[in-house]
């Protein structure tokens, strides 16, 4: 079936360094692809998405590009900051689900430090 | 737009109480559905409904129920709550045709003593 592995946590950085959030799917055909964002006691916000291979979903300076020939869909930002501090979900939907359900990796925890 | 919106962002019941999840949404969405979120477990689909009059179950629907009788409300009831129902409540909404992404609520935090 349909799964997404996201690298486990937690990851802690300083301010300004550079992050990568490792995404990799399995499913058939091509699925769309995102990744959301839960800030501590709220609900996940959509952060940016990828439709089709090679597209590249950008947004707040976050960037993930859909690699079909690798499976993946990498989170990665230049210069991180303290307010960046939340979980990261990778997600995948397929337009052929007949529940439109979103599979979800089970979460990456980021903590930035000042 | 208030995008999609839910009540009581917290609750307390317990065991064998029941109780209605509210969750509205403003954007003319099809598609809704209810995830619930537990450490360990990430999110799981529990029922959705691709328009109204129209629900489906999800990967763990048992213990709850859910109608949609206008394309804004979708209503989340537990019929008698269990601690195992003990959770996070969120409801999504999406538009139809891709790129397919869901738009979350704030979600509900329960706890069932």
């Known amino acids: 079936g349909d799964s997404v592995t996201q690298m486990e946590g937690p990851v802690t950085l300083s301010e300004e360094a550079f992050l990568t959030i490792n995404c990799t799917y399995t499913?058939?055909?091509?699925?769309?692809l995102f990744w959301y964002v839960q800030y501590p006691g709220e609900g996940l916000q959509l952060l940016l998405k990828a439709t089709k291979a090679d597209d590249k979903g950008s947004n707040k300076g976050f960037e993930a590009t859909y690699r079909k020939e690798t499976t993946s869909f990498h989170l990665e930002k230049g210069s991180v900051q303290v307010s960046d501090s939340a979980v990261y979900f990778c997600?995948?939907?397929?337009?052929?689900?007949?529940?439109?359900?979103?599979?979800f990796g089970q979460g990456t925890t980021l903590q930035v430090k000042p | 737009n208030a995008g999609v919106t839910q009540t009581p962002k917290f609750q307390v019941l317990k065991t064998g109480q029941s109780m209605t999840l509210q969750c509205a949404q403003d954007?003319?969405?099809?598609?809704m559905s209810w995830y619930r979120q537990d450490p360990g477990m990430g999110l799981r689909l529990i029922h959705y409904?691709?328009?109204?009059?129209?629900?489906d179950q999800g990967e763990v629907p048992n213990g709850y129920n859910v109608s949609r009788s206008t394309t804004e409300d979708f209503p989340l009831r537990l019929l008698s709550a269990a601690p195992s129902q003990t959770s996070v409540y969120f409801c999504?909404?999406?538009?139809?045709?891709?790129?397919?992404?869901?738009?979350f609520g704030p979600g509900t935090r329960l706890t069932v003593t």
């Open positions: 954007m003319n969405h099809e598609y």
């Open positions: 997600a995948l939907t397929r337009r052929s689900s007949n529940t439109g359900k979103l599979i």
């Open positions: 409904s691709v328009g109204a009059g129209i629900t």
């Open positions: 499913a058939t055909g091509y699925p769309s």
């Open positions: 999504a909404s999406r538009m139809d045709g891709p790129p397919y992404e869901q738009y």
